[in-house]
């Protein structure tokens, strides 16, 4: 088997496990994960709100659901907002960061998001 087919079925085998990176780098699943929160859209945010129950009722359109895995869900949260909203809350960052991720990462994220959008979403400064 050539190597390239080694190294495919490797990472098909550790797709759904948490893999160790360098400090501030974000793991393939995290990737997955910030660019599934472009597709959740906003009702996501609180989908048991009162439009997410009307459309999902009159239309039959699902909101998407938390994840299961808490570090991952506080990712999608803040990467949701980052990418249908044009200031991040403070309160947002908070419990990103709160959650493991690093100031690196963090700016990974927002330039990515920033340079498929056309700009950077602003980041709400926090009260003293």
Not at 3 to 30: A, C, P, Y
């Amino acid at each position: 088997m050539p190597r390239e087919m080694q190294v495919l079925k490797e990472k098909e085998s550790t797709m759904n496990t948490v893999i160790l990176t360098k400090e501030g780098q974000l793991t393939e699943l995290e990737w997955r994960v910030v660019e599934m929160a472009l597709n959740d859209g906003p009702r996501s945010m609180n989908p048991d709100g009162r439009l997410a129950r009307f459309v999902r009722f009159f239309f039959g359109i699902s909101t998407a659901r938390n994840l299961a895995n808490e570090k991952l869900e506080a990712l999608r949260r803040f990467c949701v907002r980052a990418w249908h909203w044009s200031l991040i809350r403070s309160e947002d960052l908070g419990k990103l960061m709160d959650a493991g991720y690093p100031s690196s990462a963090v700016f990974q994220i927002v330039a990515h998001i920033a340079s498929s959008r056309g700009f950077a979403p602003s980041i709400q400064e926090q009260a003293s």
